[in-house]
């Protein structure tokens, strides 16, 4: 059966895609070929077509905090944004360090979602996330896990940290490391500056991160094997990554929407719906970071997406959790980026795409003959406000809520089906 998707605008080119099945079969311009016989016809109507994007960095909460989260819930979220495959944290409870959780993970996002979005669990690195076993990573690649990462509970021992990545190595797992230097970060509410000094709170410095990023970066070269250091927060960072980089050492990285574009002045007032981790750093390094994702720097956009129940956020900000919920407007937010010509539209394909397909091998669509038909049509045009009603998830903690906002995705497209 073909299906051919009319007048979409890829690229800004007006396109028509013919897909059967489950693969793209071509992309022509539009209006240029006729169709095969037997073909469903959808027309586009100028929407912006783009590949489904991975989201290689999120906390579905489930098993153990289904009341912020559920793994079908999330995936429900994730499919409206865009996304067609999620690689879900072991932060849950109890942590993905067995193939028995690896397995409730993967069996709950079958039932919920048989044709997608896809879900890829990430095994903890150490058991309990406590940074003093390593986990049995042997038995959680064969469950299914697709990379390890002690993400939320930073790896404090280097001799371990070293461990962590020669066994994952065995089993050709990715390392991913949230980077913090614990001892720095004691306490801490937001970043340590100016602002955190204004407000009389305690902060971190984004040199912790930094330094674990440089340790990692080091490992990697010492071992001869890869690290992808998680949600890049600074500038500084980046600048260790773009000097590991340079030596030719096998680093990779991620950043997530809400470093590009917040900062933390966000947190004046107190507002605790702006507390995440890593804290929102400075205008420098926010526009340190864009600068990274425009050129390859940092090579994959994720979302960290981290639900959490309202009464734990809306509290003082030393009481309040970490996080933001970020499956539902991941794309409006970075196509805001294109529409300011902070970054050209191919770069969206590329960051929540073509490269996290790469690093953490899981197929894409680049609209090329037999790839997956998984892609959406977005309406770069829609003016919408994101409300407690009208979010997908359950997690309703992002500072964007009731902000308008433009873009939005409007239909989606997983292995050739239409999702909605
Ligand atoms: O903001 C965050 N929330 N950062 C993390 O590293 C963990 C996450 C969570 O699990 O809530
Ligand atoms: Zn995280």
């Not at 340079?246 to 590009?260: D, F, K, M, N």
């Not at 750093?281 to 979302?303: F, P």
């Not at 770069?380 to 997908?392: C, G, I, K, T």
């Amino acid at each position: 059966m073909y299906l051919c998707i009319k007048n979409a605008l890829h690229l800004e080119a007006l396109v028509d895609l013919v897909i059967e099945d489950e693969h793209i079969v071509t992309m022509v311009p539009a209006g240029h070929q006729p169709q095969p016989e037997n073909c469903e016809i959808f027309d586009a109507g100028g929407l912006v077509l783009m590949p489904s994007f991975i989201d290689a960095h999120a906390h579905l909460r489930e098993p153990g905090f289904e009341y912020k989260e559920t793994i079908a819930t999330g995936l429900h979220a994730a499919a409206h944004g865009g996304f067609g495959a999620v690689m879900c944290m072991a932060n849950t409870r109890p942590v993905n360090d067995t193939a028995a959780v690896t397995n409730l993970m993967l069996s709950q996002a079958q039932k919920s979602h048989p044709h997608g979005p896809r879900l890829y669990p990430i095994a903890a690195a150490t058991k309990n996330l406590e940074g003093r076993e390593l986990a049995p990573m042997a038995e959680l690649k064969e469950a299914g896990c697709v990379a390890v990462s002690n993400d939320g509970r930073p790896i404090q021992s280097t001799e371990i940290m070293r461990r962590v990545m020669e066994y994952a190595a065995d089993f050709s797992l990715t390392v991913i490391d949230h980077c913090e230097d614990p001892t720095l970060a004691d306490h801490w509410v937001m970043n340590e500056g100016e602002i955190s000094g204004l407000l009389g709170v305690k902060g971190q410095p984004a040199v912790g991160e930094a330094l674990q990023a440089a340790r990692d970066i080091m490992l990697a070269e010492y071992l001869h094997l890869p690290v992808h250091i998680a949600h890049v927060s600074s500038a500084l960072t980046v600048d260790i990554i773009a000097w590991g980089k340079a030596r030719g050492i096998s680093v990779t990285a991620e950043t997530c929407p809400h470093y590009l574009l917040l900062d933390d002045s966000a947190l004046e007032g107190y507002n605790s719906q702006c507390k995440v981790s890593p804290p929102l750093r400075t205008k420098k390094d926010r526009d340190a970071l864009i600068k990274a994702v425009a050129d390859g720097t940092i090579d994959i956009l994720v979302t960290d997406h981290a639900p959490h129940a309202l009464h734990e956020k809306m509290t003082a900000l030393d009481q309040a959790l970490v996080g933001f919920s970020g499956l539902d407007l991941a794309v409006t937010l970075t196509w805001g980026l294109v529409k300011e010509h902070l970054l050209p539209e191919d770069a969206l394909h590329r960051l929540w795409a073509r490269r996290p397909g790469e690093i953490f091998h899981l197929p894409t669509n680049g609209f090329a003959p037999g790839d997956p038909a998984d892609f959406f049509l977005f309406d770069p045009h829609e003016n919408w406000v994101p409300s407690e009603q009208n979010l997908y998830s359950k997690g309703k903690n992002t500072p964007f809520l009731g902000q308008e906002l433009s873009g939005r995705v409007k239909h989606h497209w997983l292995h050739g089906k239409m999702i909605f």
